[in-house]
T-cell receptor, first 115, second 114 residues
Framework: DTGVSQDPRHKITKRGQNVTFRCDPI?????LYWYRQTLGQGPEFLTY????????KSRLLSDRFSAERPKGSFSTLEIQRTEQGDSAMYLCASSSGQGVRNGYTFGSGTRLTVV | AQSVTQLGSHVSVSEGALVLLRCNYSSSVPPYLFWYVQYPNQGLQLLLK??????LVKGINGFEAEFKKSETSFHLTKPSAHMSDAAEYFCAVSDLGSQGNLIFGKGTKLSVKP
């Protein structure tokens, strides 16, 4: 078990381009979360999966954002038509069935810079 | 709505001195509470958690926190700071209206002087 893996670690893209990030959770964890962290702020919740089902989406997740978790394993987060305001660290976390009670294991994040 | 307030965006201590990072929460019922640490360009690592058992919680790296319901506080302490403790620390509370949401404070950056 190597923890939660995120790829890529850094992404620089031009405004208007689409980007996709990948998260591989801890293999026995059935819950997966995406958070966004901007400079000087704490992480903000984006969305949550239990197995392959997306159970919650934050109002921060505009229609340009989409997340999937096919087969309940890895997850992808896609941002279409990126804007400069999308520049942030995107964090993935996973947990077991106890969910929030146990706390989450976070990955190292993908830092997105939109130029 | 629940919220977390971390007093002091930046705290500086000398090596060997007491570390005290403050966290106050707002919740209508006792929540689950967490402290995470983040090193530069890294994700968040769980330091400790309060889940309605003992009010004094011990975590990794010599840190501990005390849940005080009357003060709605969950301050993080360490008796003696080490240079390796320099990082950003986040307090978080479970969102009662959500199954997947932790609400984080804005963080406190800890600097340790030699």
């Amino acid at each position: 078990d190597t923890g939660v893996s995120q790829d890529p670690r850094h992404k620089i893209t031009k405004r208007g381009q689409n980007v996709t990030f990948r998260c591989d959770p801890i293999s026995e964890h059935n819950r997966l979360y995406w958070y966004r962290q901007t400079l000087g702020q704490g992480p903000e919740f984006l969305t949550y999966f239990q197995n392959e089902a997306q159970l919650e989406k934050s109002r921060l997740l505009s229609d340009r954002f989409s997340a999937e978790r096919p087969k309940g394993s890895f997850s992808t987060l896609e941002i279409q038509r990126t804007e400069q305001g999308d520049s942030a660290m995107y964090l993935c976390a996973s947990s077991s069935g106890q969910g929030v009670r146990n706390g989450y294991t976070f990955g190292s994040g993908t830092r997105l810079t939109v130029v | 709505a629940q919220s977390v307030t971390q007093l002091g965006s930046h705290v500086s201590v000398s090596e060997g001195a007491l570390v005290l990072l403050r966290c106050n929460y707002s919740s209508s019922v006792p929540p689950y509470l967490f402290w995470y640490v983040q090193y530069p360009n890294q994700g968040l690592q769980l330091l400790l958690k309060y889940t309605s058992a003992a009010t004094l919680v011990k975590g990794i790296n010599g840190f501990e926190a005390e849940f005080k319901k009357s003060e709605t506080s969950f301050h993080l302490t360490k008796p003696s700071a080490h240079m390796s403790d320099a990082a950003e620390y986040f307090c978080a509370v479970s969102d009662l209206g959500s199954q997947g949401n932790l609400i984080f404070g804005k963080g406190t950056k800890l600097s340790v002087k030699p």
